[in-house]
């Protein structure tokens, strides 16, 4: 496969490589404001200075719509007004006709207060902090990319940054957002993390359940015959889902949580059970819907309620992502990079972009370990690498086929 020419991948990579004190700098100032999910000051006011950053690193977008979060107030379970954070989408000109969208979540899951104890620190080629391996490092390296472009005078095509604020809780006010900039996408591509440098091309859907057994409650040593209990049946329910699971598929069932009963003496007149579900494919998501809506108590004069559903759908690897991945690694292979590719549990806002049909690659972002812990960190090596390699993809995608 043509893509370019070695010289220019070179010169990208030369020119990101020119660059890495001010990529970190840059870093550093990202990771220094804090952005929980849950606090919409923080968030706005890292919004705000994301604003101000893209302005003066890319300059004024073609277009641009900051939606207001607190406007789908009520979505995802929260119930409050005003909570989530507001999305900011930039269209950036370019060449060719269908854009290029580039998703990047600027919330974190750490709590405003973290980074008194623990700062952005750069030891080596460690730098550690919170959110910088998911995915602050990610937006740095989208940037700086673009720079190198811009700078080397070599194309790109036209581009939609999507940056929402709410994706660590589920993307429960951005997910339109996002289906509604992906939708005439030539592909997606996103800033997550990688996982250990590869490339996540397939991410399962994740469904969250919960089930309530209602019973009838009667003296366990008296008169147990008059007595339904809860707990048979979610004992019943339990080994059923558990069934469900099947590893060839990529189906994982968990049910995580059980609770019910009163005394032992008396016989269960409630119960009710957590379940986590993973799967690979739509086609997997709705047999589990399926057997979901077929539980019937084992008791006639017990029930069982199921509420909870898909949080997420699966992101499947079609043909579109894999052209895609295999552009991505011929332009990683004129860099001298190796580039893998791997299908994970987690979901992110890949798998609602996949979900439309379009390509999706995923993970182009940091080089590091540590999501949602505290020994999160990535390589500032590795930054300038996936910088160079995201130069070099958006380049390949605005160059004629
Ligand atoms: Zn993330």
């Not at 979060?69 to 979505?75: L, M, P, Q």
């Not at 995580?256 to 269960?268: D, H, L």
């Amino acid at each position: 496969m043509t893509v370019g020419n070695d010289v220019e991948a070179g010169e990208l990579r030369a020119w990101i490589a020119g660059h890495r004190a001010e990529m970190l700098a840059d870093l550093a100032a990202y990771v220094s404001l804090e952005t929980p999910s849950n606090d919409k000051a923080l968030l706005d006011a890292g919004l705000d200075w994301l604003d101000g950053y893209l302005a003066a690193r890319l300059g004024a977008p073609a277009a641009t719509r900051r939606a207001d979060g607190g406007a789908f107030g009520g979505i995802g379970g929260r119930g409050d007004i005003g909570v989530y954070g507001d999305a900011r989408i930039n269209d950036y000109p370019g060449q060719g006709n269908a854009p290029i969208v580039l998703l990047a979540h600027y919330d974190t899951v750490w709590p405003a207060g973290t980074l008194a104890s623990w700062p952005f620190t750069v030891e080596g080629d460690r730098a550690t902090g919170p959110g910088t391996f998911d995915m602050k490092a990610g937006l740095v390296q989208l940037v700086w990319a673009l720079r190198a472009l811009d700078a080397t005078g070599l194309p790109r095509p036209p581009l939609r940054l999507l940056l929402n604020g709410d994706e660590e809780i589920g993307s429960p006010v951005s997910r339109p957002l996002i289906e509604e900039a992906a939708r005439d996408a030539a592909a997606v591509l996103v800033f997550e993390a990688s996982a250990d440098g590869a490339l996540k091309t397939a991410r399962k859907g994740v469904g969250i359940f919960q089930l309530a057994f209602t019973g009838v409650e009667a003296h366990a040593g008296l008169e147990p015959a008059n007595g339904a209990s809860a707990i048979d049946e979610l004992a019943r329910a339990v080994r059923r889902l558990h069934d469900l699971a099947d590893p060839g598929a990529g189906t994982t069932v968990n049910v995580g949580v059980v609770a019910g009963g009163t005394g032992s003496n008396v016989v269960a007149g409630a119960a009710r059970a957590e379940v986590d579900v993973r799967v690979s494919s739509q086609a997997e998501a709705a047999r589990v819907d399926a057997a979901l809506a077929g539980l019937r108590p084992h008791d006639p004069r017990a029930s069982i309620q199921v509420r909870g559903g898909w949080n997420r759908p699966a992101m499947e690897r079609g043909p579109g992502t894999a052209r895609l991945f295999a552009l991505a690694c011929a332009v990683a292979a004129e860099m001298g990079l190796d580039l893998r590719e791997c299908s994970v549990g987690g979901a992110s806002d890949g798998n609602f972009a996949a979900a439309l049909g379009v390509p999706v690659l995923d993970g182009l972002g940091a080089v590091g370990a540590g999501a949602h812990a505290r020994h999160e960190h990535i390589s500032v090596d590795g930054m300038v690498e996936r910088a160079a390699l995201t130069a070099g993809l958006l380049r390949a995608l605005a160059l004629p086929d």
